[in-house]
């Protein structure tokens, strides 16, 4: 069956950092590119950034980039997401997602994990 | 950024009744590369169609999608007691990727 489980969000202060984790089962995790998407509390989903199967290539929109960097270890089948400089506005809940094979960057999601979240509060 | 706008905000049907989902995107799409995710509360979305009009896996027959260019639609058919919840579309062809606000589809 396959799986992605998030990890690492918690409560973190305004200038702070936290990396997430994305534990993939069930795949060939190198093979596919895979992505975050989070959603603020009783908002609608924002992508956030994505990285080519082989971890060359790396996207981000543009609100997160120079803060978040996003990584993966096909040795270990996980996806990270290193986030520093953390604002209130990045308060949501982070979605690890697979994404569905295609051009680069043209990848719509597949597998959703069931998210971790993120409180940026003083 | 293309912005997509999702009508109506809330769908208020009966379970059997047909539901017509609208996403309307602020420039075209490259190559119909537009999804629609199903959510429900407490639960990571659900991809149901990608490429404008595929059905994802184990997505039933009922969920259809069409359209091309700047409007697309999403259709459920016969609605299903399972199927009342918030539906997403989402557009893949351009950075960044961009969804819609969502449509609640409610029980009436």
């Known amino acids: 069956e396959v799986q992605l489980l998030e990890s690492g969000g918690g409560l973190v202060q305004p200038g702070g950092s936290l990396r997430l984790s994305c534990a993939a089962s069930g795949f060939t995790f190198s093979s596919f590119a895979m992505s975050w998407v989070r959603q603020a509390p009783g908002k609608g989903l924002e992508w956030v950034s994505s990285?080519?199967?082989?971890?060359?290539?790396?996207y981000y929109t543009d609100s997160v980039k120079g803060r978040f960097t996003i990584s993966r270890d096909s040795s270990k089948n996980t996806l990270y997401l290193q986030m520093n400089s953390l604002r209130a506005e990045d308060t949501a809940l982070y979605y690890c997602a697979k994404c569905k094979p295609g051009a680069p960057l043209r990848w719509a999601f597949d597998i959703w994990g069931h998210g971790t979240m993120v409180t940026v509060s003083s | 950024e293309i912005v997509l706008t999702q009508s109506p905000g809330t769908l208020s049907l009966s379970p059997g009744e047909r539901a017509t989902l609208s996403c309307r995107a602020s420039?075209?799409?490259?190559?119909?590369?537009l999804a629609w995710y199903q959510q429900k509360p407490g639960q990571a979305p659900r991809l149901l169609i990608y490429?404008?009009?595929s059905r994802a896996t184990d997505i039933p027959d009922r969920f259809s999608g069409s359209g091309s260019g700047t409007d697309f639609t999403l259709t459920i058919s016969r609605l299903e007691p399972e199927d009342f919840a918030v539906y997403y579309c989402q557009q893949y062809g351009s950075s960044p990727k961009t969804f819609g606000q969502g449509t609640k589809v409610e029980i009436k």
């Open positions: 990285i080519s199967g082989s971890g060359g290539s790396t």
């Open positions: 490429g404008a009009s």
């Open positions: 420039q075209s799409v490259s190559s119909s590369y």
